[in-house]
Structure formats: structure tokens, C-alpha cells
């Protein structure tokens, strides 16, 4: 036995303050649930609620708002860990929000179904009675995250009120809400995409196959390399299919998440390359693409 | 090496965000489509310059008036340290979110504009880095290129903020007195060939040499449980421990211990990180612990070393920042959280408010409002084991959270 050096390096500060908050989510809600894309940070967030509470199982379930557009390798490896490790998961589905109405499906060439994911959120909120979600955003990723709290307070339409958040000084997280109001929470707010990468290399985590290198058929538009999977994604004629050795940088639906060209086939080239990037994460993805607040629009809105 | 966050305080247009902007480009932080997108706007704009405060003001309404409404968090690291930094705006009304800002920080940048000089703002910023016993302070003199990066002007700035200092009452807090310019990149990241007669260290070479003992704050351990966990599984069937964060100090295996408030004896029998199982828990560590002896613990109560007892008190005085638009009035109820506990606790009185200008305290108040500063006395419904701010950071603070709106309303210093 030794001395546990928790605070030695970054990595390890962030993760003793991860595990404090899950532990405060624990304790201070009654019905909580983490939101599971099977992107690497939530990936991440459930190998951290996983150490907050050893040798007991994690005390909420996890939550997967399914667009109907995500890339199969998402979702097969989304149900092998939840099998793994016993945990509850539960799924609801954008299209059954669209086939009662309550959403219209975009069309055209930038359809994407990003967007629609909120209503079905914010229903599935109601319908369990969720005072808190747990998400894996990041302050690092984009500017208006940048100004998110670790608990965020939303109203009963699930809007965030930037302008008038609540003060969060020292560790302390206040939890106390109103009836109606619930909590987005956000354990690693202060970890950098390079701090998330360099953890699942330490803590060997597994990720979607989608993260390394593979030969993909794609084609290009706007400067972005787009899947091309013509169920979901649409594309013009002329927009030619080619395939090309690349990886995935960040997860969400087919038709928002661009790839990258990569040869990183390890978890240590993976790493290396986000290292030496030149590009920022969000950088590929096209819903951020919209408008220079596009971030900002969605999460007054009830985004995650 | 722990991530350091850096708080900044300044008035609006002391060039807050240019300055971090500039550190992001000198230590090659942005992404190259970040730049772009900077370059865009700047020249859509008409400057003749890149605009680096559009790197960190992120929402709409910032863009629009260009100022900083809330706090940003900005990330960035060089090959020795990982930094955050607080990007909090400088207005009056904003002095909630620089005590928000500076609550989590251990260093932090008080910005002066060299063509005005110590201001009224100026001494309020000091004020609250002082208050919340921030160790180290670099006061940034900003715009040197403006005013021929004269020494003459850089040393009256020195003179009078160093007439501020006098003033203050975290003596040991330590100051340093940088000249830059975050426009032209004078002493931000790299040394300027502009002032010659600036002897000391670029901002950043500054902070990239500080040690754990310049910034952070060490104290007695103290073990506020949170969370009780109880697999009972066959395999964990009688596991009964205690999940929290050690701060302050280590705690090891064979310490004796006193739970409190009840008091009760015993030793720390294991100390588990996931599933390992270690000999001493460092500070900011969260473990889970188990005890020798089968004694009832819940949330809210706290591990100490035995000989090592805090205050245990129903009553105590605090130098308070109210935050909310409701006045805080004697006779009040507030919700205190004191770390990971809870107690109900009721106005005694106001004994003075504060000017944080430092032009002296003020008898007789009846109320305060967002953004004063005053001692208050509380009275709690059961007692709270708490240190005295000076000695323990964390022990010795709290939030106050009002009972009908459940918002944060204020934060609390313990004298």
C-alpha cells in the first residue's frame, strides 16, 4: 500500500473533482439519470460514476436519446456496456416524437435531426420525473459552454437562462430546486478534449470503433468529409463517393458528425494527433456551423 | 502538477480580453479555425489589428455591446503546467461574479489601465482578491504602448496601488507588478524589447514558475462525508463506507478519529480509492474510508483527526457578499451550505457593512443589497464545525440559499 498522490498531476485533479460531483449528484437528487450518446465523453462519465461509487453500482440509470441517425458501431457498443457492467439503460427515440407530431423533420441538404433531439429530451424529463441529468459537456469545446455552470439550473421548458445563473463558489454545488425545474450537471466541465483522450489511454477505457482510423466510403462537401450512408444523410448527385482512411474526432448523428483523414489506428496515435492538432474539436461538426451562436440558440432552448 | 485557475479582474475596457486572447496566441493555443474566425470577424469590422477578445466573449449579447457578461472559463497548457483561467467582467455590478470567479482560484490578474492609473475599480478588485486570500496577485499595468511605455508613469501606478496594499488584511499575500501590453504582446507571454528598464518576468514566466506551496492553501485535514455507500452484495455484504474529499491535509490508516457533531471514537481502517486500497489519502483526494468500529455516520457529518477539533458552534459572524436582488434584512431565514452540509440559519444582526474601496465600514445598516459586503452574525438551527476563513479555505466558507427561490443569494467568510 502507498500513498494515494491524487493531486500530482492534472489528470488526477480532474478526476477527484469529477467523482465529488457525481457523489454531490447522488446525494442531493432524488431522480437523476446520465445522458448517454456512446460518444468518449460519456463514455468517460460512466468509467468516473463507476469509481465514485466502488464496490457499490453506479445508484442511476443511463439515458440515450436515439435519433435513428446514429452510426450502428454507436449503438452496438452502447449495448455491450451496459450489459457489462448491469446497468439500467433507458432509450426513447426522436422518430416516435416526429411520428406524433410534436417535431418536423428537416429537410434539404443539411437535414440533420440534432436539433429535434431536444423535444423528445425534455419529454422523456417529464415523463420520469428527472430532477437531474448528467452530461459530458465541456467548458474547452465551444463558447458558450464555456459559460455553463457545473449544475445548471433549467425551467420547466428546459431553457437555460444564461444571463442569470446561479454563483457556484468554492466546491460547493447547490442542488435546491423548485418544483418543475430540474439540473443539467456536468462533471467534467473543466477537462480539455486532450484531458479526456489522455484518460481513456490511462485507464485503457473502450471506446466505438468509429474513434480510430477505418476505410470509410465519404464525400466532400463544404470542406468537411461527410459519411455517405444515403438513408440518412442526404447528398446531390454530383457529390461523388470516394473512400478514404479516416477517424471520427467527435460523435454524434451521421448527418451533423464529420470525419477527419487519420492513420491513427491506437489509442497512443489517437493522442498524438489530438496533441499536435490544429484544428479545434468542434471544428467538424456541422451543426455548429450555422451561425457564430449556434451553441448558444440551442441550449436556450433546452439542448444538452 | 495540479491545474492552476487564475482568476482576472479589471474594468471594462482595461483590456481583459485582449489579454487572454493574447496569451492563447503566443502559446499557440488556438486552433487554426478559431484564428480564422477571428481574423473574419476583426477585418469584417474594419480593424486594422486581430481583435483577441473574440476568442473568449462567448455569448450574443457579449459580441453585440462587446463586453464580458459572465464568467468565461479558458483553457490552455504549456509543456509544465495546465492553466484555467477565470475570465470575470470588471463592472460594478458585477462584483459576484469576481468573488464567484476568485472563490476557486489561487492566482490571479488585477489589470490597471496605464493611461488611467489606480481607479475607484481598481481598489474593489484588490479588495475582493484580498478578501478571498488569493496568495498570489500580479498586477498587470495594460496598454504600456500607449503611454511610450514610460517607467515614470508604470512606477506612480506601482506607488499608489502600493499605498492600496498598506491597507489590506491578508498581509502574506504575495504582489507582483508586471508592465504589458496585451495589444502589441509587450511582457504577456514573451519579454518585451520595448521597456528596457523592466527587470522581472513576463506574466506567464511568472506563473510558470510558481510551486504548489506559492499557490495553494494548507491547513488541519478535515473529511465532510457525502455520500455513504452500502453495496450490500454478497461479496461487500457488511461494506459500510464513507465517500468524501480530504481537505486541508493527509489522512492515514490508523489515524484516530472523532465523527462529528456526536463525537464518537474511532480509527480509519481502510482508505479506498475505486478499488484500491491506499495507506494516506492526500488533500483534494475523493476517497471512501472505512471505520474500525460500527458507528452511524451520514451525510453532512464530519471525519477529524482526534486533538485536531474545529469550532463546533450554533452562532457565528461572517463577513458576507450578497448577491441577489432581495435585501438580506435581520430576522431572515437562509438555508447555510457549509460544504457538503446543510443548516437553517437566521439573521442575528448586521454588524457593519464594508466599503470594499477601502474608505472605512458603515454602522447602523439595516439591509444590504446585491453586491455589499458586510459582517453578519447567523444563528443556526443545529450547530456546524466549521475554521476560521483565514485558516481554512474551504472549511471556513459557505453559501447562503434562499428557502423560496432555492437560488445562491450570497457567500460567507467565517471570522
Request: charged fraction near 30%; proline fraction near 3%.
Amino acid at each position: 500500500m502507498s500513498t494515494i498522490k491524487k493531486d500530482t498531476s492534472n489528470i488526477n485533479s480532474l478526476e477527484n473533482e469529477a467523482i465529488y460531483i457525481l457523489r454531490e449528484v447522488a446525494a442531493q437528487f432524488e431522480k437523476p439519470v446520465l445522458l448517454f450518446s456512446g460518444g468518449k465523453d460519456s463514455i468517460t462519465l460512466v468509467r468516473l460514476a463507476v469509481k465514485a461509487f466502488y464496490p457499490a453500482k453506479i445508484p442511476f440509470p443511463l439515458m440515450h436519446i436515439d435519433t435513428g441517425h446514429n452510426f450502428p458501431e454507436t449503438i452496438e457498443f452502447r449495448d455491450r456496456l451496459v450489459k457489462e457492467l448491469g446497468l439500467e439503460l433507458i432509450v426513447r427515440n426522436v422518430q416516435d416524437s416526429i411520428d406524433e407530431g410534436k417535431v418536423k423533420e428537416e429537410s434539404g441538404r443539411y437535414a440533420s435531426r440534432n436539433q429535434l433531439q431536444t423535444t423528445t429530451l425534455l419529454d422523456a424529463i417529464e415523463e420520469f420525473k428527472f430532477d437531474a441529468c448528467i452530461g459530458g459537456a465541456r467548458r474547452d469545446e465551444e463558447k458558450a459552454r464555456a459559460k455553463e455552470r457545473i449544475f445548471s439550473v433549467r425551467d420547466d421548458f428546459g431553457q437555460w437562462d444564461e444571463k442569470n445563473q446561479r454563483p457556484e463558489l468554492f466546491d460547493m454545488l447547490n442542488g435546491q430546486i423548485n418544483l418543475g425545474q430540474n439540473v443539467r450537471v456536468f462533471p467534467i466541465s473543466n477537462w480539455t478534449e486532450l484531458d479526456v483522450w489522455s484518460y481513456i489511454e490511462r485507464e485503457n477505457i473502450e471506446i466505438p470503433s468509429i474513434y480510430f482510423a477505418h476505410t470509410r466510403k465519404v464525400f466532400l462537401r463544404d470542406g468537411l468529409i461527410w459519411s455517405a450512408d444515403d438513408e440518412v444523410v442526404y447528398r446531390d448527385a454530383h457529390e461523388e463517393v470516394i473512400e478514404e482512411l479516416v477517424r471520427f474526432r467527435t460523435v454524434g448523428d451521421m448527418s451533423c458528425t464529420a470525419a477527419v483523414l487519420s492513420d491513427a489506428t491506437t489509442i497512443s496515435k489517437v493522442v498524438e494527433e489530438i496533441r499536435e492538432s490544429t484544428i479545434s474539436e468542434r471544428g467538424a461538426r456541422i451543426d455548429d456551423k450555422r451561425s457564430e451562436a449556434a451553441m448558444e440558440k440551442r441550449k436556450q432552448q433546452g439542448y444538452f | 502538477m495540479e491545474v492552476i485557475k487564475i482568476a482576472t479582474a479589471g474594468s471594462v475596457d482595461d483590456g481583459k480580453s485582449t489579454l487572454i486572447g493574447r496569451i492563447l496566441y503566443d502559446t499557440k493555443s488556438l486552433t487554426t479555425d478559431k484564428l480564422e474566425a477571428i481574423e473574419k470577424t476583426s477585418k469584417q469590422r474594419g480593424y486594422d489589428y486581430l481583435d483577441f477578445s473574440l476568442a473568449t466573449d462567448g455569448l450574443v449579447a457579449e459580441r453585440e455591446q462587446g463586453i464580458t457578461i459572465d464568467v468565461a472559463h479558458i483553457y490552455f497548457s504549456t509543456a509544465k503546467k495546465s492553466y484555467i483561467i477565470a475570465d470575470t467582467p470588471g463592472h460594478v455590478e458585477y462584483t459576484r461574479n469576481m468573488v464567484t470567479g476568485a472563490s476557486t482560484s489561487q492566482a490571479s490578474i488585477i489589470l490597471i489601465d496605464a493611461r488611467k492609473g489606480v481607479i475607484e475599480q481598481t481598489n474593489r478588485h484588490f479588495f475582493i482578491n484580498n478578501l478571498l486570500r488569493i496568495k498570489d496577485v500580479v498586477v498587470a499595468i495594460n496598454k504600456m504602448d500607449l503611454v511610450d511605455y514610460s517607467e515614470e508613469i508604470y512606477n506612480k501606478i506601482k506607488a499608489d496601488f502600493s499605498e492600496l496594499m498598506s491597507k489590506r488584511d491578508y498581509q502574506d499575500q504575495k504582489i507582483t507588478f508586471i508592465p504589458v501590453s496585451a495589444l502589441k504582446g509587450d511582457n504577456v507571454v514573451n519579454k518585451s524589447n520595448n521597456m528596457p528598464w523592466y527587470k522581472g518576468q513576463a506574466l506567464l514566466e511568472h506563473f510558470e514558475q510558481l510551486d504548489k506551496a506559492d499557490i495553494f492553501n494548507m491547513g488541519t485535514p478535515r473529511f465532510p462525508v457525502q455520500y455513504v455507500i452500502r453495496p450490500k452484495t454478497e461479496e461487500f455484504h457488511d461494506f459500510r463506507g464513507y465517500a468524501g474529499k480530504v481537505y486541508g491535509g493527509e489522512l492515514s490508516v490508523g489515524d484516530d478519529i472523532l465523527v462529528l457533531p456526536s463525537k464518537t471514537r474511532s480509527k480509519i481502517k481502510e482508505i479506498y480509492f475505486y478499488d484500491q486500497k491506499y495507506q494516506t489519502a492526500s488533500r483534494r483526494s475523493s476517497v471512501t474510508i472505512t471505520l474500525e468500529n460500527d458507528i452511524n455516520v451520514s451525510r453532512g457529518d464530519m471525519i477529524v483527526k482526534e486533538g485536531d477539533l474545529p469550532t463546533i458552534d450554533k452562532e457565528f459572524t461572517a463577513n458576507v457578499c450578497w448577491m441577489d436582488s432581495t435585501q438580506l434584512v435581520p430576522g431572515a431565514k437562509y438555508v447555510v451550505q457549509h460544504g457538503v452540509n446543510k443548516v437553517l440559519a437566521k439573521v442575528d444582526r448586521i454588524n457593519h457593512k464594508i466599503h470594499p474601496d477601502y474608505s472605512g465600514i458603515e454602522k447602523d445598516v439595516t439591509g444590504l443589497g446585491v453586491n455589499d459586503i458586510a459582517s453578519v452574525t447567523f444563528k443556526l438551527n443545529k450547530p456546524i464545525f466549521y475554521d476560521q476563513f483565514k485558516n481554512h479555505r474551504t472549511n471556513g466558507s459557505f453559501i447562503l440559499i434562499d428557502t423560496q427561490s432555492n437560488n445562491t443569494v450570497g457567500a460567507g467568510f467565517i471570522q
